[in-house]
C-alpha cells in the first residue's frame, strides 16, 4: 500500500522533468532510500507549481495548517513517509502528524488523498505546501 501512495504522490505533484526519475525510486524498495533524499530538496522546479500553495509564515502554525487541509476535506487520518525514520511509512491521525513534523527540516510528505490532497515540509523551514489536485 505505501509504495501505491508514494507513487500516487508523484504521479500527481510532480514536474514531469522528474516524474520518471521518483517514480523509478519510489517502485523499488531497495532505491526508496533514494526517493526519500530527493524529499529533502524539493523546489518549485520539481514540486508541480499548478498544485501547490505555498503555506505563508503567518499560517505556519500546526493548528493553522491543520484547518487549511481540514478545509480541503482533508481525513481524521493520513499516511507519512519521509525521511525522519520515526514517522516513515507510518498511518497517523492528522494532527499528531503534522504537530511531529512541523519545523523538523527533513523532507517529508502528509498523504490526505492519495494523489489528490498532500502536506509537504522541506528542510528548509518554513518550506511548506498544500499540494491538491
Known amino acids: 500500500m505505501s509504495t501505491t501512495i508514494e507513487q500516487q504522490f508523484v504521479e500527481a505533484f510532480i514536474t514531469d522533468v522528474k516524474k520518471q526519475r521518483l517514480m523509478g525510486f519510489f517502485r523499488s524498495n531497495k ?3 533514494k526517493g526519500l533524499l530527493e ?8 514540486i508541480d507549481a499548478r ?4 503555506v505563508s509564515r503567518n499560517d ?7 484547518q487549511l487541509l481540514r478545509q480541503r476535506g482533508a481525513p481524521s ?3 507519512v ?5 520515526e514517522v516513515d ?3 497517523m491521525p492528522l494532527e499528531r502528524a503534522i504537530h ?3 519545523g523538523i527540516g527533513i523532507g517529508t510528505v502528509v498523504s490526505l488523498i492519495p494523489g489528490r490532497l498532500a502536506f509537504y515540509e522541506g528542510e528548509l523551514y518554513p518550506d511548506q505546501f498544500i499540494l491538491e489536485r
Not at 498544485?51 to 505555498?54: G, L, M, N, R
Not at 505556519?60 to 491543520?66: A, D, G, L
Open 89 to 91: 511509512q507510518k498511518l
Open 60 to 66: 505556519s502554525t500546526p493548528e493553522r495548517i491543520i
Open 77 to 79: 487520518d493520513c499516511y
Open 39 to 46: 524529499l529533502e530538496h524539493f523546489h518549485p522546479g520539481i
Open 31 to 33: 532505491a526508496r532510500w
Open 100 to 102: 511531529e513534523i512541523h
Open 81 to 85: 513517509f519521509s525521511n525522519c525514520k
Open 51 to 54: 498544485y501547490a500553495h505555498p
